[in-house]
C-alpha cells in the first residue's frame, strides 16, 4: 500500500466544507484481497487493536456498520478500512472527527483517493502513518511477502 500523493486542505475545498487531507494510494495487489478474504484473524485484530471501531456507522449509519462491512459480503477494501483507521486514531488522539470518503481512480486499478477529515494537520498526517503501519503488521505473513515483491 503505496501513499502516492498527500494534499492538506486547510479550508472548505472540492471534498468537504471543513479542512481535510486527501491522500492518492496505490493497494498494488491488495486490490485482490478485500477484507472477508484476508480473514476473520485480521478482523479480529483490527478490533482487538481500535475497539472504538466499534463505534463507526460507515454506510449503514448505525453503530457496528462499519464492523458489518468488515465481514459481510465479501467485506470492504484496504482502502475503506485505512480510512476508517486513521478517523479513529485521531479520535483516540482527541481529535472529534468522522469525515472519510474512499474512492477509486477512474482509469488506474488499485489507485484510490482517500479524504478524511482532521482537526490538527500533524495529528492528521501521523495518523495516516500509523495505520498503514497497524494494517499492514496485521496482514497475514504470506500476503505480505506478496507486498515485498
Not at 495487489?29 to 475497539?51: H, N, Q
Request: with cysteine; net charge negative; glycine share 12%.
Amino acid at each position: 500500500m503505496k501513499i502516492l500523493s498527500t494534499n492538506v486542505y486547510v479550508g472548505p475545498n472540492l471534498y468537504a466544507h471543513f479542512p481535510v487531507i486527501r491522500q492518492q494510494i496505490d493497494l498494488g495487489v491488495l486490490e485482490e484481497w478485500p477484507t472477508a478474504k484476508i480473514g476473520d484473524e485480521f478482523i479480529d485484530g483490527l478490533i482487538a487493536a481500535l475497539p472504538g471501531l466499534q463505534e463507526h456507522g460507515c454506510s449503514y449509519g448505525v453503530e457496528g456498520g462499519f464492523i458489518r462491512r468488515l465481514r459481510e459480503n465479501g467485506g470492504t477494501w484496504m482502502g475503506h478500512v485505512l480510512e476508517h483507521t486513521i478517523l479513529e486514531l485521531q479520535n483516540m488522539a482527541g481529535s472529534d472527527v468522522t469525515f472519510g470518503k474512499t474512492r477509486s481512480i477512474e482509469g488506474q486499478k488499485g489507485c484510490y483517493n482517500m479524504v478524511f477529515q482532521y482537526k490538527q494537520r500533524d495529528v492528521g498526517l501521523e495518523a495516516a502513518r500509523i495505520a498503514r503501519q497497524l494494517l499492514y503488521s496485521l496482514l497475514p505473513n504470506d500476503l505480505k511477502l506478496q507486498l515485498q515483491e
